[in-house]
């Protein structure tokens, strides 16, 4: 029996029916552009025809390019010649669209004369979110067809908007009811001639030199440090100046420049990185998920309340327990908050609410959670009272559900040790708040089963999360890698740095939030018990994160007082006098002496040791791979997407540059916390890359 051709001809009459199937979305590789192009050539040499629509089969008209080309040879004049082909037939041709059109799909639309769309059908450009510009012909038919001004909209935006948004921009022409292909048929027959874009002059009115600048300036602040933007804009403002041929070869140009940046490379890494995640090796071939249909937390604090909306998001019934009735109640009302201020932003409607709050109930007894498949621990951090519920746990959980704790540092192996069913106890380490941040640590004991890994895993999908997969060890991935890049931001201010100095340094830099800025929101009492419960595990350096613990005996507790490193009003931050003097008091007792940073110098202590310890979990084995960390860091942490992550990052500045950085800061500090991770030694010793080495573990 021979395969399904990739695209077929049908014909109804005068009109041709081109019908792609390429599952599972349709993606626009080099074969679909050639059983494309022969079936446009078919199409071409045909007589009598009138009229031709292009569809897909499946789920989706095209959903964009094949971003695994991306690494290669450039393919932009494959697409511009296959577009130019599909423009220059001689009837009119339409798309005939359903599903998600993203990027190339939406393109080789454009080249089409005429675009019609189910309903339910959404639209984007969303290349500058990959590093690149619209390569196919988008920057220069799309000004011809809406104007610049609503391209650019579109194109800097990078989000889908609906088939009534396409209408109400102008590049859709009409949204069908029923039958995509028959309702294709009866419009295409309607149709008297092509309305070829590449003949049309772009509106001057919306190409203004005040619209460009008002774009460019919003790239700028939007998306900071990133240089995509600003060339989607350039050749997208090139369509009102150049004709469309010139155009189309300056946006190939543009893009394949846009490709060469280290920004493009990183978020094209981080696009495949974040799919390869759910990917284990070793797990046998066989192993099935278990099915989850009911859930539990045990805790309904803050992190309690937001894992209860993520299963609740999901569809899946989840009970809240806690011991205390009055703790319960906060809990139940925090989370029928989260859901009223969805509403008010227009994400969900009432309906919605009143839907998912249904399938949140709360309890104050363990049998309560009995037949749940899921139960997640999200209590205090602390270790015996994380077993002491693990042994509640233990005794009326039902065989086979998964016992996960939230645990942000403890030892998983010993909570386990509290069950006579370690195979089933399991890290799930969700990230504050956790109904929004997308990164899930998922953390095997010794013993965690592999169907326990898998459900997980898979579990993710629902919950819409990004799961990781980690080894035990203190602080797992994210927290033991924040170490010492929190450590020698707290030094810094101890040596006289400002925390709006060293905050600023890396938020200009791309960092989310500054790190010190940071323990004010997470609240400084919270690392402060941290450090004390752990102080075992830390080297013998007396000033070691005491710039958190001046604050904290001052009372100051960060945003949940007003004071913390800085004085608050609301969330604004203000450079408090009061702090700094606390600080300049116990570097002094410290026996510090006061200096003064550069930014440089602020990135680099921050930084590298942040990379640096990546390689040590690497090397461990804590981590599967390179790019898990950098998943985790951009995920979890704010790390900025177009630096790649901190692995990733670590190469494009050079393996040698880390270690060259790791070794002055040796020189000056001593080799308590600056001695190089012997895996990075090794590399720029042999001069191979992280990518050799773990090919070579394969």
């Not at 800097?156 to 009534?164: C, E, F, I, M, Y």
Request: aromatic fraction near 6%; hydrophobic fraction near 45%; charged fraction near 25%.
């Amino acid at each position: 029996m021979n395969p399904r051709p990739l695209a077929s001809v049908a014909y109804e009459g005068e009109t041709a029916v081109v019908t792609v199937a390429n599952p599972p979305v349709n993606t626009i590789t080099a074969a679909v552009r050639a059983a494309l192009a022969q079936a446009v050539a078919e199409i071409a040499a045909r007589p009598g025809l009138k009229a031709a629509v292009l569809l897909c089969e499946g789920s989706t008209f095209f959903s964009g390019a094949d971003i695994g080309e991306f690494a290669g040879p450039p393919k932009e004049e494959e697409y511009r010649r296959l577009f130019n082909s599909i423009e220059a037939l001689p009837f009119p041709v339409l798309a005939a669209m359903h599903g998600t059109v993203m990027g190339g799909g939406l393109e080789i639309a454009l080249a089409c004369h005429y675009r019609i769309a189910a309903p339910g059908t959404r639209f984007a450009l969303p290349e500058v979110t990959l590093g690149i510009i619209p390569g196919g012909g988008g920057t220069q038919r799309l000004p011809r067809l809406i104007g610049v001004e609503k391209t650019l909209e579109l194109v800097l935006d990078a989000r889908p908007v609906d088939a009534a948004r396409a209408l109400e921009l102008g590049f859709l022409d009409a949204v069908v009811d029923g039958d995509l292909r028959a309702a294709a048929i009866a419009h295409a027959r309607t149709l008297a001639a092509p309305r070829r874009t590449g003949e049309m002059k772009v509106d001057p009115a919306t190409a203004t030199e005040a619209i460009v600048a008002r774009f460019a300036a919003e790239a700028r602040k939007r998306y900071r440090n990133r240089q995509a933007p600003l060339t989607a804009i350039e050749a997208v403002r090139a369509s009102a100046t150049l004709p469309f041929d010139q155009g189309l070869e300056y946006e190939t140009e543009l893009v394949n420049r846009a490709k060469a940046t280290v920004e493009s490379q990183a978020l094209v890494h981080l696009f495949f990185a974040e799919r390869e995640t759910r990917r284990v090796p070793g797990l046998p071939a066989d192993t099935k998920p278990r099915p989850v249909a009911k859930a539990a937390i045990v805790g309904a604090g803050t992190m309690g309340g937001g894992i209860a909306v993520c299963f609740a998001n999901a569809g899946i019934p989840v009970t809240v327990l806690d011991a205390d009735r009055a703790a319960l109640d906060r809990g139940l009302a925090g989370i029928d908050a989260i859901y009223a201020g969805m509403v008010k932003r227009g994400r969900i409607g009432e309906a919605d609410r009143a839907a998912r709050m249904a399938l949140i109930g709360g309890a104050l007894d363990y049998d309560a959670v009995r037949d749940a498949d899921v139960i997640v621990e999200a209590v205090f951090e602390d270790l015996a009272l994380k077993a002491r519920v693990f042994a509640a746990l233990d005794r009326v959980a039902k065989p086979g559900a998964v016992l996960a704790t939230n645990t942000s540092t403890l030892d998983i192996e010993a909570i386990a040790g509290a069950v006579s069913r370690p195979q089933d106890v399991i890290g799930m380490h969700f990230f504050s708040p956790a109904n929004v941040m997308p990164l899930l640590e998922v953390v095997r004991t010794s013993k965690t089963s592999p169907e326990t890994i898998r459900t997980v895993m898979e579990l993710a999908r629902p919950l819409r999360k990004t799961p990781v997969l980690a080894r035990v060890c203190y602080g797992f991935i994210g927290n033991r890698m924040m170490e010492g890049y929190a450590r020698e931001a707290e030094r810094m201010v101890l040596e006289g740095a400002t925390p709006r100095e060293v905050d600023s340094a890396l938020e200009d830099w791309g960092m989310a939030m500054g790190i010190l800025a940071v323990f004010d929101l997470a609240g400084i009492d919270v690392g402060v018990n941290v450090h004390k419960a752990n102080a075992d595990k830390y080297p013998p350096d007396p000033a070691y994160y005491q710039a958190d613990f001046a604050l904290h005996e001052a009372g100051r507790l960060g945003q949940k007082n007003g004071r913390g490193y800085y004085r608050y009003e609301g969330r604004e931050r203000i450079d408090d006098p009061e702090a700094i003097a606390i600080l300049a008091e116990r570097a002094a007792k410290l026996g510090i002496a006061p200096c003064r940073h550069t930014r440089e110098e602020i990135l680099e202590r921050c930084l590298y040791p942040l990379m640096n310890e990546g390689f040590r979990i690497l090397a461990e084995g804590v981590a599967l791979r390179a790019s898990d960390i950098d998943v985790v860091w951009t995920s979890g942490y704010g790390f900025p997407r177009y630096r790649g992550g901190p692995m990733f990052h670590a190469q494009s500045i050079g393996l040698a540059t880390l270690l060259d950085g790791m070794r002055k800061y040796r020189d000056r500090f001593g080799p308590m916390h600056w001695e190089p991770a012997p895996l990075l030694v090794e590399l720029v010793e042999s001069g191979k890359t992280l990518a050799d080495w773990e090919a070579a573990r394969r």
